[in-house]
């Protein structure tokens, strides 16, 4: 275990898109006030952890969480485009609400979760986890026995909880996603294991009023 990766994984900080329960996807969309001031207060809290690199989707909401991150201890940002969002085609830009009165039928196979699904004529979810697993996978291999922060979407975190799990693609979800919390993996031998997930305490008491202060 000296030579395991320890995984600090994080979501983005929030977009307006996430506000609204738009679908993103690979939609590159940038952080809200609100998700600037979390990535802020992320970056806070991880300041004890001794950070050996910092990765991130190259998607900008990604990318300026991480760089928060980074920059409290001058170091880069690899942007890897397999820790992209799953691709959801013809239903990115489009609310919840939307999808299920324009594509009723898609919207059930995808509540479903439907493993081989290509949802909107995107990814379908065993693509999609496949790709993402790998990514992290990849990023463990090039840091054994160092400590990584992982800046991602909620769908990979989702991903890689279920690759630590056992948990099933098609199981429903009983866990959190927030934006910019903390969670944490041991990859070991191309296996992860979890340590905690979804401490969220350093954005205890952030609101919107803080963000545009």
Known sequence: MEEATRIILIRHGETLWNRDTRIQGHTDIPLSPLGEAQAARLAAALL???????????????RQTA??????????????????ERAFGRFEGLSWKEIELTYPDEALRWRRREPDFPVGGGE????????CVAAVQQIALRHPGQTVAVVAHGG??????????????????????GNATI????A??????????????HLADLSLDDASA
């Open 188 to 201: 070991s031998a191309g296996r992860f294991n979890l340590v905690g997930w979804h401490d969220d305490r």
């Open 124 to 131: 379908s979810l065993t693509v999609f986890s496949a790709r």
């Open 67 to 84: 760089q928060a991150v980074a920059g409290t201890r001058s170091l880069p940002v690899n942007l890897e485009p397999g820790l992209r």
């Open 156 to 177: 990979v975190l989702d991903c890689l909880y279920r690759a630590a799990t056992g948990v099933a693609l098609d199981a429903p979800r009983s866990w959190q996603l």
């Open 48 to 62: 004890d952890d001794d950070l050996d690199a910092v990765y991130a989707s190259d998607l900008s909401r990604a």
């Open 183 to 186: 969670n944490r993996l041991l």
